[in-house]
């Protein structure tokens, strides 16, 4: 059982850990994070470092993680220093058992796809994804790289989102939609119409609210 590391340390990282304890595949080294104490434990398992420390670990035979953080962007910019730093290390996909994934779906690297996710026929999800608890993904649909899909989304067949979206929780998306990179859908929407790059849009139904900043904070209210 190959041996990997969890980069992130606080809540996704304990969803993630849990993922895979149950599904058996890996077998946990310890935790990367670079804003938390060194030896600190999380769920019984040790922070053994920061990213730099990560061609050490790769030199001992520890070359495989995920990355369990959240927030797209940074998502992204930890797997671009990661990629840099050790250009050897390899990004696992997780898989909750109790997801239901049509064999037909294409899933990318340094995704994760939680508990309860239903993935429909034909669909494909990219690079360092996460759909959440109880999202269910229509048919032919496609989310690309870094976008992320909250817990109880619901979104139709034929739907493609583009990098770095967040598709905030129980939104629901009706069957044809695009949306663009960088965009937010807020919480409890219901998306008529598609939605462009850069936007934030929320209600029922969905209206745009105003633009975004490329990296722009969504996962709190301040």
């Known amino acids: 059982m190959d041996k990997i590391v969890v980069i992130?340390?606080?809540?996704?990282?304990?969803?993630?850990?849990?993922?895979?304890?149950?599904?058996?595949?890996?077998?946990?080294?310890?935790?990367?994070?670079?804003?938390?104490?060194?030896?600190?434990?999380?769920?019984n398992y040790e922070i053994v470092g920061t990213e730099h420390d990560i061609p050490d670990l790769v030199n001992k035979g520890v070359n495989k993680g995920i990355i369990a953080i959240g927030d797209n962007w940074n998502r992204?910019?930890?797997?671009?220093?990661?990629?840099?730093?050790?250009?050897?290390?390899?990004?696992?996909?997780?898989?909750?058992?109790?997801?239901?994934v049509s064999p037909s779906v294409k899933i990318g690297q340094g995704t994760v796809i939680l508990a309860s996710?239903?993935?429909?026929?034909?669909?494909?999800?990219?690079?360092?994804?996460?759909?959440?608890?109880?999202?269910?993904?229509?048919?032919?649909?496609?989310?690309?790289?870094?976008?992320?899909?909250?817990?109880?989304?619901?979104?139709?067949?034929?739907?493609?989102?583009?990098?770095?979206t967040a598709i905030s929780l129980g939104a629901n998306i009706i069957q044809g939609i695009t949306i663009g990179k960088h965009s937010i859908v807020g919480a409890g929407s219901l998306v008529l119409n598609s939605i462009g790059d850069y936007k934030l849009v929320y209600g029922v139904p969905a209206k745009e609210i105003r633009n975004v900043q490329k990296g722009e904070n969504y996962l709190s209210k301040s």
């Open 8 to 43: 992130g340390a606080s809540g996704h990282a304990k969803v993630i850990i849990e993922i895979v304890e149950t599904s058996k595949d890996y077998q946990i080294y310890g935790l990367i994070d670079t804003y938390k104490e060194k030896g600190q434990r999380i769920l």
């Open 76 to 100: 992204l910019l930890i797997q671009k220093k990661i990629k840099k730093i050790s250009p050897n290390f390899q990004f696992i996909t997780v898989i909750h058992p109790t997801a239901i």
């Open 117 to 164: 996710v239903v993935v429909n026929a034909e669909a494909e999800i990219g690079d360092f994804c996460i759909l959440n608890t109880g999202a269910s993904f229509g048919h032919d649909s496609s989310v690309k790289n870094f976008s992320s899909i909250a817990p109880g989304v619901t979104v139709g067949g034929n739907v493609s989102i583009d990098i770095c």
